[in-house]
């Protein structure tokens, strides 16, 4: 009887299942659907061809760096930059913030440009180095323009425990600056100079041998150095026409530079919070201002001569 009763059990629930899948099966064949699942389905359609629309960019007609013409009509040349400009508008939230950024931050590097005789375009090889931030690599490249402890020291810069250059942007923007003239006495080029601070001046200089070639056009690199160039054209490109590629925003959208005085510093500073204060702002204020100062004192055993800058009064809240 226990077998013949489990046996019926069994059968019944077949049977459930055969009549569920049927009816599956007929809904499928009628194209019926839950109301619920098809309105879903409209919505999420309309809502992505209304809102979102992925479309091809449009390529400029013409494009230069820093003076040197493009070669569009290589059309190898073409596919790398049209990659460059699709990859850098369609990263929407990271292209808008660098505009907002270079709002701030592109005054201090163009001025240093101007004085030292680079072009203008070379702030946007900062802009794909650092995202226009403090970075610091892997490698323990820092800074706007990621420079290496060793290389920042043969340039000048200060690199120790209280005090490290590489992240004071004025002063780093020089030793960048530095190197591309000389990289560009070396190879007669803006644009070789700019690909050799990605792959270094010799790195470039043993790729034009090889290769038998006098440009960077014409030389078959690695991946990071092949878009190196081709990515500072895009951003130069997309943040030069925003609108072009989709971008609205107005002037108070975006980060203002806040005006900031001098401090003549040529002695020891026990205790930065307690500086600070002297001025009316914090330590938190006075790192953002300052970060090449990496500690919280300052030793100055030698009495060297810093200029600290202190954010002039009315730009953030008074402190509590």
């Keep these: 009887m226990k077998i013949l009763k489990n046996a019926l059990i069994v059968a019944g629930i ?17 194209g019926s659907s839950s109301p619920i699942k098809e309105r879903n389905s409209r919505n999420i359609d309309r809502s992505v061809a209304d809102n979102y629309q992925i479309v091809a960019l449009p390529m400029p007609e013409e494009a230069e760096f820093a003076g040197e013409k493009v070669p569009l009509e290589d059309p190898d040349v073409y596919e790398r930059l049209d990659r460059e400009l699709l990859v850098n508008t369609y ?6 913030l660098l505009m907002k950024r270079a709002n701030k931050y592109f005054p201090v590097i163009e001025a240093v440009f101007k004085e030292e005789g680079v072009p203008e375009d070379f702030k946007y090889l900062a802009v794909i180095e650092s995202g226009l931030t403090q970075a610091v690599s892997p490698a323990r490249a820092i800074g706007f323009w990621q420079i290496l402890e060793g290389t920042g020291k043969e340039y000048g ?35 070789l100079a700019a690909a050799s601070y990605n792959a270094g001046q010799y790195g470039i200089d043993k ?4 290769q038998k070639v006098s440009g960077y056009y014409d030389l078959l690199l690695g991946e990071e150095t092949g878009r190196y160039v081709l990515r500072i ?4 490109e997309i943040m030069n026409h925003p609108e072009k590629y989709g971008f609205s925003f107005e002037e108070d959208d975006l980060y203002q530079p806040i005006p900031t005085n ?22 938190k204020i006075l790192k953002i201002h300052n970060p090449w100062l990496r500690d919280d004192h300052l030793n100055n055993a030698s009495r060297k001569t810093y200029y600290i800058e202190i954010p002039e009064k009315g730009y953030y809240p008074p402190v509590k």
Excluded: M
């Excluded at 049977?15 to 009628?30: L, P, T």
């Excluded at 401090?263 to 919070?273: G, Q, T």
């Design 14 to 30: 077949l049977a459930v299942c055969a009549v569920s899948i049927n009816a599956v099966q007929q809904d499928q064949d009628s």
């Design 91 to 96: 990263w929407q939230s990271n292209a808008l």
């Design 157 to 191: 810069l200060e690199i120790n425990d209280n005090v490290d250059e590489r992240y004071h942007i004025e002063k780093s923007t020089r030793v960048a600056a530095d190197y591309l003239k000389k990289a560009k006495a070396r190879f007669g080029s803006w644009t």
């Design 207 to 210: 790729q034009l041998e090889r």
């Design 233 to 236: 054209i895009a951003l130069k």
């Design 262 to 283: 001098k401090v003549k510093v040529d002695s020891i500073v026990k205790d930065f919070p307690d500086f600070a204060e002297k001025f009316g702002i914090n330590y």
